[in-house]
Structure formats: C-alpha cells, structure tokens
C-alpha cells in the first residue's frame, strides 16, 4: 500500500525513464554489456514492484497503464533474450522431436491402437458371418470381387499393365490423407469422433485381411499391403493418437488448468505428430505407387514382404528409441 502517492512517484519516477530510455535503446539495435544488463534486469524488477503496488491505488490510472506497458516491454526484451533462437532443422525435428513427441503421449497412441484393433476384429467376423458384409463395408470395387480372381489377375501381367493401379493407388493415398487429418479434427469432439473413425478404417482392414486369407491369398495380402501398409496404417494411428491427445486437453480431466491454457500446451506437439503424419504418409503414398501395386513375377512376394518388414523395424527403432533422453524410461 502507498501511503504518500506523491513521494512514491517522486523516488521512482528516474528508474522508471532511466529504464524506458534503455527499452528504446534496445528497440534501436543497442547492446549491452553485462554490467547494463544486470541494471536493466533491476529496473525491471523495481518497476514490476511498484506497478504491483500501484494497481491498489485506484486513484492514479495513468501511471499504472504507463507501468504495464513499461514491464510487458522490458519482460518481453528479456525473456526473448534468454530463448535461443530456433534454426529450421527438419532432420532433427523428424528424429529427434518428433518421436519425443510420440512417446510423451504413448497412452493415446494405445487407445487408438485399441480402437483400430476392434474395428478390424468386428469386420473379420462380419465378413466371416455374412458374405454380402463386403459391399456394406468396403468401400472400393476392386475389393468386392473373389480375392482368388483378382490375384490372378494381378499376377498376369504382374500388375504393370493398364494403369489400373496406379489410380487404385491414388484413391487410396488420397483416402488415407484423409482419414489422417479427420482423425485429427475429430479430437474436437472430446475424442469421440476420432474413436469412430479409427473403428471403421478398423473394419474395413479386418475384413479386407479375413477375406484374403480365407482364400488362401494371404501371401498375396502381406506382399500387397505391407510395402506401404507397415508404414501407412502406423501414420493412421499416429494421427488418431493427435485426435486423442486433443480430445484429452478440451476434456481436461486431472489439469486445473483454463481449456486455453492446456490447449496452448499441446498445440506444437499437434503440429508434430501430425507434421510427422504428413511426411510418413508421403513415402507410403510413393511405395504404394511403386512398390505395392506390382507383383508376381515382376516382383517376387518375398521381397516386398521382407521390406515391408524392415520398414516397420524401422519405424518402430525411430519412434522407441531416436532422440531418447539420459533416463528416459521406455514407452
């Protein structure tokens, strides 16, 4: 409490334009050696106290807009000081913060695995229970048919012919680019859309992987889906593990923090993950286009299962393991 206004306003009046006079200085280009920043540190924190002291005198509102905007400049000279500037480092951010990221939320990447292994468990036994199922649940004609009839097919010309795949390629890219980003926007439904989602893209793997094997493709089936799939159905979870993650800040149970408060906390991991989405999907989109779409004889079935498993190792060292911190536990 300020007993004497006119006193207090005398003492600190210097400080205060002795600390303006050094914010313009600053503002200009000026530097300081260490001795200025010490004093500048100081008129900071003798302004900071005396707009405290201030803002319960409701008597003086000039002197008190004066002072806020004094401390919010000299709080934001000092502070932007003291953070290193940020280079643009796309490498380091794939490996290093990226799978960071990853692991600080492993609890919703779980979650939306679970969801995606229910929907593919649900679209096996609906497919197993009823065969008309498949023109329910599937959304693309190449998929309606016998499985036995399209591998035949495929391994006739050993699917470089026509340019049928490559436009089955972009349908599902373009699906996929699609299906990712929803699954992220969907977190605005407290997680509830993105569970949804992740259920159905369940479905339609469960019963496209049950239809296959029992024909008796499933050689066919690994060959085809994993070259892209073991990097594609990954980035899928990975950008529902985003929606969770925004569906558990809007829901905010256990944080006694304001909704705008814990959703600035996890903006930039949002932008990682699905950032990280974006660039795994990319090369799955290429591997489809160029890899998955040929088959027998052109490409033997061994190899493209054998990189598809490498891929997913891969993967999986890149998530669990790359810019793991000195006592990190893992995941």
């Given at each position: ?80 000081a003291d953070r290193p500037r940020r280079r643009l480092r796309p490498i380091h951010w794939f490996i290093v913060t990226f799978p960071r990221t990853f692991r600080r939320h492993f609890g919703s990447f779980l979650l939306a695995t679970a969801a995606t292994l229910v929907g593919a468990l ?210």
């Amino acid at each position: 409490m300020i007993i004497d206004l006119e006193k207090f306003l005398a003492r600190e009046r210097p400080a205060w334009g002795e600390l303006e006079q050094t914010l313009r200085r600053m503002d200009g280009g000026g530097k300081l050696d260490l001795a200025q920043a010490r004093r500048l540190h100081y008129l900071y924190e003798r302004a900071s106290s005396a707009l405290g002291r201030v803002q319960t005198f409701s008597g003086d509102p000039e002197t008190r807009e004066y002072l806020e905007s004094l401390v919010a400049r000299a709080y934001g000279l000092i502070h932007s000081a003291d953070r290193p500037r940020r280079r643009l480092r796309p490498i380091h951010w794939f490996i290093v913060t990226f799978p960071r990221t990853f692991r600080r939320h492993f609890g919703s990447f779980l979650l939306a695995t679970a969801a995606t292994l229910v929907g593919a468990l649900f679209g096996g036994v609906a497919v197993a229970a009823d065969e008309e199922a498949k023109s329910i649940i599937l959304p693309f004609e190449h998929l309606m048919g016998d499985p036995s009839d399209r591998v035949a097919q495929e391994e006739q010309t050993g699917g470089a012919e026509g340019g049928g795949h490559s436009t089955f390629a972009a349908m599902l890219i373009q699906n996929n680019v699609r299906v990712s980003f929803m699954a992220l926007a969907l977190g605005f439904t407290f997680g509830i859309g993105t569970i949804l989602l992740l259920f159905y893209n369940g479905v339609i793997l469960g019963a496209v992987c049950f239809d296959y094997i029992r024909a008796g493709e499933g050689v066919f089936l690994a060959g085809w889906l994993l070259p892209h799939g073991s990097i594609e159905i990954p980035a899928i979870l990975l950008a529902g593990q985003a929606g969770m993650v925004l569906g558990r800040a809007l829901i905010g149970h256990g944080d006694r923090n304001p909704l705008k408060a814990r959703m600035r906390l996890v903006s930039a991991d949002l932008v990682t993950l699905i950032g990280g989405v974006a660039v795994l999907l990319v090369w799955a989109g290429i591997i489809e286009s160029f890899v998955s779409q040929f088959h027998e004889p052109r490409l033997p079935y061994w190899l493209k299962i054998s990189f598809g498993v490498i891929e997913l190792g891969l993967l999986g060292f890149l998530l669990g393991r790359c810019g793991r911190k000195a006592g990190e536990r893992a995941a």
